[in-house]
């Protein structure tokens, strides 16, 4: 059996993240009469998401004793009003009055009724099934994980651990396929992995690791890990494949790899769009995340839908 180039690979692995090593692109121009036109148009086109995609979900009609609920449908459509105006609970209020009706909310939610939904298990079941329904996928997938701040303080190096964490897995389109919230990245990653269907999918050196591309490869995508320098090629096929294409064809494989920056995007325009994690229970920080994901793909897809109209 010939020796694998183990060595080689492992000085290969710095100069490939040099700067240097890559050449400019030339940024795209932006066309400000179109982008405003489509901002226009987007509050209809979210009203009228909401209203059609929460209508079509199902959740427990079972009654209980004592004073009735609100309906969960009307309340996840006041949270996705709530998080597409980007406000509290309490500067929402009057606004969900005044748009309500035109989503199918027929009675008035005050804050506190409203705040109280975010921990609600059934909102969350009805956001889930939007979320599952309203997504496509091109199938060039790519994933990564960052911190989301509940607080201006954890900007800093030493206390932006303390905020909610955020595992994705996107699309080319910078759609999101999958995520999770609260479990170590690399973890989180091996649970995601087998709720998306894709072609290929992309992820930084904080995911190296054998049984993930072992699990990538299994489920019919074509892994690209990016390596560490301390990487052997020894392995299972999956592994030595994927670093000894690396090795022979290096443009190709980091052409390929580099389209993980749409991960790296779509965080930093999330965490742009969005005002800081309002919530500290568990429950209300997946079903807040859940409605801007939402948002964020629904918004998307609009955009995509307007380019091959």
């Known amino acids: 059996m010939a020796r694998l180039p183990n060595q080689e690979f492992r000085q290969m692995v710095p100069v490939i993240r040099e700067p240097d090593f890559y050449e400019d692109e030339e940024p795209r121009p932006i066309h400000w009469s179109k982008y ?48 597409a105006l980007g406000f509290t609970e309490r500067e929402s209020q009057e606004w969900v009055k005044i748009i309500g009706p035109l989503v199918g909310i027929d009675k008035h939610i005050d804050d506190r009724v ?3 939904a975010y921990d609600n298990p059934q909102v969350l079941y009805i956001l889930k099934q939007v979320f599952d329904r309203s997504k496509t996928s091109d199938g ?30 996107v699309d080319s389109r910078e759609i999101v396929q999958a995520f999770d919230v609260g479990t170590q990245e690399l973890h ?5 992995v087998e709720q998306i269907k894709g072609k290929s999918l992309r992820l ?6 054998r049984k993930l591309v072992d ?31 690396l090795y022979y064809d290096v443009m190709q494989w980091l052409t390929e790899y580099h389209q993980r920056s749409h991960a790296e995007s779509f965080h930093s325009s999330f965490k742009r769009k969005n005002k800081l994690l309002l ?8 079903s807040q995340l859940t409605a801007r994901i939402i948002l964020h793909n629904r918004r998307r897809l609009a955009y995509f839908n307007r380019l091959t109209s």
């Open 279 to 286: 919530k500290i229970r568990g429950l209300a920080q997946l």
């Open 140 to 169: 060039k997938l790519s994933g990564d994980g960052t911190g989301i701040e509940t607080s201006r303080k954890q900007n800093y190096e030493s206390t932006k651990k303390s905020g909610a964490y955020l595992t994705s897995v």
């Open 36 to 83: 405003n036109e489509s901002q226009i148009k987007s509050a209809i086109e979210t009203l009228t998401f909401i209203r059609d995609n929460v209508d079509l979900c199902e959740h427990n009609n079972k009654k209980r004793v004592g004073r009735p609920l609100t309906d969960p449908k009307m309340l996840a459509k006041a949270i996705l009003i709530c998080e």
């Open 215 to 245: 699990k990538i490869n299994s489920l019919g995508m074509t892994p690209y890990v990016f390596p560490k320098k301390n990487n052997k090629l020894n392995g299972h096929q999956a592994w030595k494949e994927m670093y000894l294409e």
């Open 114 to 116: 409203m705040g109280e």
């Open 188 to 192: 989180a990653m091996h649970e995601l």
């Open 204 to 209: 930084d050196a904080g995911f190296n690791d």
